[in-house]
């Protein structure tokens, strides 16, 4: 092994013992294709970008690559004139980052032409009330925006969505509310609509420790990772 593959192998081996159950999506925005190809070797599927050119580029590459099996995660906003590219990019899995119910809108208008099953949705919500976040901002609207996914059968409501407080004088804490609100906004949306399960997306790699105790099943990745020692 080169000394990369060492690093990222070790990497990875430290992040999957820490996170146990959850499911680790590799945020590839920094990084190198060379960087992925190595972490695809070891076995990792999933990865999250959050450019939709950035991401359809790197999903071809990779099958040109003889890889045909990753995972790709949308995980940045998403803006209605880029829905189309996207859901035609090869082994696309699930959205994160579905914060309008014009986005909603967009999506359904245009899912014939994602290859897959179904899509896998997770909702957004903006839970630090910072302006510069998108996300749903009301409760009401989170419930109408996952009944417009449950209408749908292409769109799988995979979960919800969030980010940490980046503007804050106590960031841990600022986590601790963003992610329990996330967690009990999860509680009231399968109780009200009688869901049997919903995912939690959240944590990066400044506060995935405390996503993981509030109940987050999928960590989005990238630094820690892919980092240089
Ligand atoms: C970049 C990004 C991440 C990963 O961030 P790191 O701090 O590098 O772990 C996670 N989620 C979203 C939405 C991102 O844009």
Redesign the pocket.
């Known amino acids: 092994m080169s000394e990369r593959e060492l690093e990222i192998s070790k990497n990875f081996k430290k992040i999957y013992a820490e996170i146990g159950s959850a499911k680790l999506i590799a945020?590839t925005?920094?990084s190198p294709l060379s960087d992925i190809l190595i972490s695809m070797e070891l076995g990792h599927l999933d990865y999250?970008e959050?450019r939709v050119d950035q991401l359809k580029e790197r999903s071809v590459r990779l099958i040109e690559e003889g890889f045909l099996n990753a995972r790709w995660h949308m995980?940045?906003h998403l803006q209605t004139n880029k829905v189309k590219e996207l859901l035609f990019v090869p082994n696309l899995y699930a959205i994160?980052?579905v914060d309008s119910l014009r986005l909603i809108e967009e999506i359904k208008k245009r899912i014939d032409d994602y290859a897959g099953d179904r899509l896998n949705i997770f909702l957004q919500f903006n839970t630090s009330n910072e302006e510069e976040k998108s996300g749903f901002e009301t409760y009401l609207e989170l419930k109408e925006a996952a009944q417009m996914i449950l209408s749908h059968k292409k769109l799988n409501l995979y979960g919800l969505m969030t980010?940490g407080s980046i503007r804050s004088d106590d960031q841990r804490k600022a986590a601790h509310e963003c992610f329990s609100k996330l967690a009990s906004l999860k509680e009231e949306l399968m109780k009200d609509l009688n869901l049997i399960n919903l995912n939690l997306s959240m944590g990066?790699?400044?506060d995935y420790q405390i996503a993981i105790q509030h109940g987050a099943n999928y960590i989005?990745?990238?630094?820690?990772l892919y980092k240089n020692h």
């Open positions: 945020v925005k920094y999250g959050n995980i940045g994160h980052s980010m990066m790699s400044a989005r990745l990238g630094s820690v």
